[in-house]
């Protein structure tokens, strides 16, 4: 294993730990908006801070992108980017769906990738050409070769809602085509989901950096792609994704673009 993937799964069990005892206590957890349908808890920046102390001790030369601190300074040829709960109105509402995302960019390239669910314990990991894992075992797409059949996992644009009548439409056009469609409220969660084949694909718009940077490797990594709506590499900066095996990132792409 890799030792930088082996600090990043020890950051995110000791945050998960300390996210899912939260969550099974009886202790009021208080949300305050960042912004329209947009909350953050005291939880999740204890969570981050966890993260980022338990990272700095082996690597405290390198940098972070949190979710909710920010950038924290250091090496570019080292980054980490960070969501401490990724589906934090799922975790203050009460509902058991959300998890730890880390990734870790080398050179501006994604180089190690975790996702921890603290509450069903299930660890994807992935490292740059040696494939993804989930609690130890091997991970790959679904090969369905076109949507009839498919179960798809997708979000709305929740923060930015003048953009609803856009994403409905296009939540529309591809119900007609595939089987079912989950929305479950973790964009990090739904990409591992592709890499383990739980779902045969993925896509949403009005996502971050953060939500998404851990699970495209692992997607990659298990034999997938990921691409933006019109079929190319600029997703992260458009803030949107299509995830799948290729032949439903393209049909997906046919549809979305």
Not at 57 to 76: L, N
Not at 238 to 244: F, L, Q
Request: some cysteine.
């Amino acid at each position: 294993m890799h030792p930088m993937l082996n600090i990043a799964i020890r950051a995110a069990r000791s945050a998960g730990d300390f996210i899912a005892r939260s969550f099974e206590s009886d202790v009021d957890i208080k949300a305050e908006k960042k912004g329209d349908n947009d909350y953050v808890t005291k939880i999740d920046r204890e969570a981050e801070q966890i993260i980022i102390n338990k990272i700095k001790q082996s690597y405290p030369e390198h940098s972070f992108v949190g979710e909710e601190s920010g950038i924290t300074e250091g090496s570019e040829d080292f980054k980490w980017v960070i969501d401490p709960i990724d589906g934090t109105t799922n975790f203050v509402m009460g509902v058991p769906h959300f998890c730890v995302s880390i990734a870790l960019f080398y050179k501006g390239k994604l180089d190690q990738a975790v996702v921890f669910d603290p509450i069903r314990s299930e660890l994807f990991t992935a490292s740059k050409g040696k494939g993804a894992q989930m609690n130890n075992y091997r991970l790959r797409v679904n090969q369905s070769k076109e949507l009839t059949g498919t179960l798809l996992g997708s979000g709305f644009p929740y923060k930015k809602k003048e953009n609803s009548v856009e994403a409905i439409e296009r939540f529309g056009k591809v119900y007609e085509k595939c089987g079912d469609i989950r929305c479950s409220g973790s964009a990090a969660l739904d990409m591992a989901y592709v890499a383990a084949g739980r779902l045969d694909g993925y896509w949403e718009k009005g996502i971050k950096p953060w939500d998404i940077a851990a699970g495209e490797l692992l997607v990659k990594e298990a034999g997938g792609l990921v691409t933006d709506f019109a079929g190319g590499h600029d997703h992260l900066k458009k803030e949107e994704a299509v995830a799948g095996n290729p032949k439903i990132v393209q049909s997906l792409v046919k549809i979305l673009k």
